[in-house]
């Protein structure tokens, strides 16, 4: 059983970076799809982005290309979010999951989960 604990969240500025650590145990990150999701108050959980197993390839969703990274170290078996430029409307708990499988949004298609990290961006 894989389990995955997010951390790294906290309050910034408009403009300001944090970087989320998703850290996995029970499971080898390097031989899973590896997604971060986030949720706002009253909102749906939505796609942020996901890196392949094996050769690590990302992806991300239209609203944070180009301003946040998925990387994964394997020696420490973490993925981590760096998020730049963030924007009040990033304010969401983040949540990374794994997956053998999937790499897009259909949250049914993800088998783990982590508990979430919140971040809060002020203007």
């Known amino acids: 059983q894989v389990q995955l604990v997010e951390s790294g969240g906290g309050a910034v500025q408009a403009g300001g970076s944090l970087r989320l650590s998703c850290a996995a145990s029970?499971?080898?990150?390097?031989?899973?799809?590896m997604g971060w999701f986030r949720q706002a108050p009253g909102k749906e959980r939505d796609f942020v982005g996901a890196?392949?197993?094996?050769?690590?390839?990302?992806t991300y969703a239209a609203s944070v290309k180009g301003r946040f990274t998925i990387s994964r170290d394997n020696a420490k078996n973490t993925v981590y979010l760096q998020m730049n430029s963030l924007k009040p409307e990033d304010t969401a708990a983040y949540y990374c999951?794994?997956?053998?499988?999937?790499?897009?949004?259909?949250?049914?298609?993800?088998?783990?989960w982590g508990q979430g990290t919140q971040v809060t961006v002020s203007s």
């Open positions: 999951a794994g997956s053998q499988w999937s790499m897009g949004p259909d949250l049914r298609t993800w088998n783990y």
């Open positions: 029970g499971g080898t990150v390097r031989n899973y799809n």
């Open positions: 890196i392949t197993r094996g050769v690590g390839i990302p």
